[in-house]
């Protein structure tokens, strides 16, 4: 029996300089970036179907934190590719300075997990500048009048707020509460748009 050729030994060096290459050269599925803003960091990540998140980052506290919660949620083929996102850091840019009342950008819900939960981001979407809704007018809104609670649970955990405008959502007596950039984000952006808050209400 002819012996079977020896194989050379591998190189691992030369292995991975190709594996560097390759994910240099691949298309990765998930594409993130730090985005700053008036309200603080963010990080923004998109897929082929559009923006997948805007976590504000001091949530997180690491940039890690929320590249590990990418690649567990999306897909572990996530690569920083700032240029990608130029079109998320443009249209965030012109919201901020009051040129954009409405983002043209794509979403992705993959994060999303329960229908209920969908159909509340998909409605929330649908809030115009300026106004608001409360948990239960979008508890409602998703098919479910009764679930209030579920509501403000799940847009408190909105992947991608701003764009996804859930600080446009209010208690029912005008509170605003339950936003998961922090009450003073919140007001923050509902003052942009012009929208009177309970405090300001008071004083007029």
Known sequence: ???????????????????????????????????????????????????????????????????????????????????????????????FEGRRHDFDLKVDLSLIKTPFARRLLQATARIPFGETRTYRDMATAAGNPLAVRAAGNALGHNPIPIIVPCHRVIGSDGSLTGYGGGEPIKRRLLALEGVSTPEQLALA
Do not use: H, W
């Not at 300089?17 to 990765?28: K, M, N, S």
């Not at 803003?37 to 998140?53: D, H, I, L, N």
């Not at 590249?67 to 083929?77: H, K």
């Open 1 to 95: 029996m002819t012996p079977a050729p020896k194989r050379p030994p591998l190189d691992r060096d030369a292995a991975a300089a190709a594996a560097a290459r390759f994910a240099i050269l691949a298309e990765p599925d998930v594409a993130y970036a730090l985005v700053d803003t008036p309200v603080g960091q963010v990080v923004a990540a998109q897929t082929k179907r559009g923006v997948a998140c805007l976590y504000y980052l001091d949530n997180f506290g690491k940039l890690e934190t929320v590249v590990d919660r990418l690649s567990e949620g999306l897909s572990p083929r996530i690569l920083e590719a700032p240029a990608r996102l130029d079109d998320v850091r443009r249209e965030l840019d012109e919201y």
